[in-house]
């Protein structure tokens, strides 16, 4: 099979189609470097000494990896230097982080999540990185944070790298969704699939069950009807899938369909939801509508939703077209 790289086909979108400037073909081929050093990290595992908590908290409260915190700092020094970037945010920091004054600025926000599924690090499970790419707004003096709160149909780009079995970069700059496995002999991600399509209907879907008391009237019809089978009002058996890393659940649902439900429930009520709007939901569901399904946070489509703060939490339901409509058709009210 004729290898395409992903530079020849960043270079190849570019020359067909125009839409990937040479500052966003750069800014895609760096994260893809550093995703390429996060797998090797991954890969060693206790090996590397890089399992097992860091001992501090991110932003969300949440324990930090050894790995979260590599992964984090690999993406931070692939991308300040370039200057293709103005600015990152990352789930493990805080604030913005500003490219330093010693670098020149670029045109581009890089949002990400560098290491989604951390309780799964430790036991050897499918884990990755999500990011999503905005444009700088115009004019201006220093980045802002304000500069970040874009709603997701404002992305130049989004994709996610998943480590699991194989190491497979996703990416959509908003002409269909392309899967690229990284070829460890070469040392680069090859394209693997192209236009990938998400079948509109499914019999799977992906939530987490033991919270079953805690969801909303809707979110427990439509689980309870799928549990029904043929007997039920679905008239078909479903298959129930959860990974716990939304990274690997994703990378399911475009290669054979399914809907992920991570939704709203009373355990904490003035929580949205538990996954973050910028640097989880909206690139996860731009490549899902990029590959023909859909994403709503149960009521609305999340591409519209207008961030007010940068670490928000969002209720995600995404995937196959027709099960999305269902479960949000429920929620209002059919
Ligand atoms: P739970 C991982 O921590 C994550 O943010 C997503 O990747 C995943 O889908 C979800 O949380 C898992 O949450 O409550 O099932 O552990």
């Given at each position: 099979m004729n290898k395409i790289s992903l530079t020849r086909y960043l270079v190849e979108q570019q020359r067909e189609h125009g839409h990937i400037p040479a500052q966003l073909r750069l800014l895609l081929e760096v994260v893809a470097r550093a995703c390429k050093s996060i797998s090797q990290a991954v890969n060693k595992g206790a090996l590397g000494g890089v399992l097992g908590s860091a001992g501090s908290e991110n932003v969300q409260g949440e324990v930090q990896k050894k790995l979260d915190i590599i992964a984090n700092e690999v993406l931070i020094e692939a991308n300040e230097w370039g200057g293709h970037l103005a600015a990152m945010a990352s789930e493990e920091m805080d604030s913005i982080y500003a490219v330093p004054n010693r670098y020149p600025q670029g045109e581009y926000l890089l949002l990400f999540d560098p290491l989604d599924g951390s309780s799964n690090i430790d036991v050897n499970v499918s884990i990755g990185t999500i990011f999503s790419v905005l444009k700088k707004p115009e004019g201006g003096l220093a980045v802002s944070e304000q500069d970040f709160l874009q709603a997701g149909n404002k992305q130049v780009a989004a994709g996610y790298c998943v480590y699991g079995p194989q190491t497979t970069l996703v990416l959509t700059v908003g002409k269909g969704v392309a899967m690229f496995t990284l070829d460890r002999e070469q040392g680069s991600f090859v394209l693997t699939q192209e236009d990938v399509q998400i079948p509109a209907d499914t019999k799977e879907f992906a939530i987490n069950m033991s919270n079953m008391r805690h969801w909303d009237a809707p979110v427990k019809r439509y689980i309870d009807e799928c549990l029904?089978?043929?007997?039920?009002?679905?008239g078909k058996d479903f298959n129930m899938r959860w990974i716990a890393s939304m990274v690997a659940d994703v990378h399911r649902i475009l290669t054979r369909g399914g809907v992920f439900m991570y939704p709203w429930d009373k355990r904490e009520p003035d929580k949205a939801g538990k996954l973050r709007l910028m640097y989880e939901a909206n690139p996860m569901s731009w490549l899902v509508e990029q590959a023909g399904g859909a994403a709503t946070n149960a009521k609305t489509r999340i591409l519209d939703l207008q961030p007010t703060k940068l670490h928000e939490r969002v209720s995600v339901v995404l995937g196959s077209k027709n099960e999305v409509d269902r479960i949000t058709a429920y929620h209002n009210g059919a």
């Amino acid at each position: 099979m004729n290898k395409i790289s992903l530079t020849r086909y960043l270079v190849e979108q570019q020359r067909e189609h125009g839409h990937i400037p040479a500052q966003l073909r750069l800014l895609l081929e760096v994260v893809a470097r550093a995703c390429k050093s996060i797998s090797q990290a991954v890969n060693k595992g206790a090996l590397g000494g890089v399992l097992g908590s860091a001992g501090s908290e991110n932003v969300q409260g949440e324990v930090q990896k050894k790995l979260d915190i590599i992964a984090n700092e690999v993406l931070i020094e692939a991308n300040e230097w370039g200057g293709h970037l103005a600015a990152m945010a990352s789930e493990e920091m805080d604030s913005i982080y500003a490219v330093p004054n010693r670098y020149p600025q670029g045109e581009y926000l890089l949002l990400f999540d560098p290491l989604d599924g951390s309780s799964n690090i430790d036991v050897n499970v499918s884990i990755g990185t999500i990011f999503s790419v905005l444009k700088k707004p115009e004019g201006g003096l220093a980045v802002s944070e304000q500069d970040f709160l874009q709603a997701g149909n404002k992305q130049v780009a989004a994709g996610y790298c998943v480590y699991g079995p194989q190491t497979t970069l996703v990416l959509t700059v908003g002409k269909g969704v392309a899967m690229f496995t990284l070829d460890r002999e070469q040392g680069s991600f090859v394209l693997t699939q192209e236009d990938v399509q998400i079948p509109a209907d499914t019999k799977e879907f992906a939530i987490n069950m033991s919270n079953m008391r805690h969801w909303d009237a809707p979110v427990k019809r439509y689980i309870d009807e799928c549990l029904q089978g043929k007997e039920g009002p679905r008239g078909k058996d479903f298959n129930m899938r959860w990974i716990a890393s939304m990274v690997a659940d994703v990378h399911r649902i475009l290669t054979r369909g399914g809907v992920f439900m991570y939704p709203w429930d009373k355990r904490e009520p003035d929580k949205a939801g538990k996954l973050r709007l910028m640097y989880e939901a909206n690139p996860m569901s731009w490549l899902v509508e990029q590959a023909g399904g859909a994403a709503t946070n149960a009521k609305t489509r999340i591409l519209d939703l207008q961030p007010t703060k940068l670490h928000e939490r969002v209720s995600v339901v995404l995937g196959s077209k027709n099960e999305v409509d269902r479960i949000t058709a429920y929620h209002n009210g059919a």
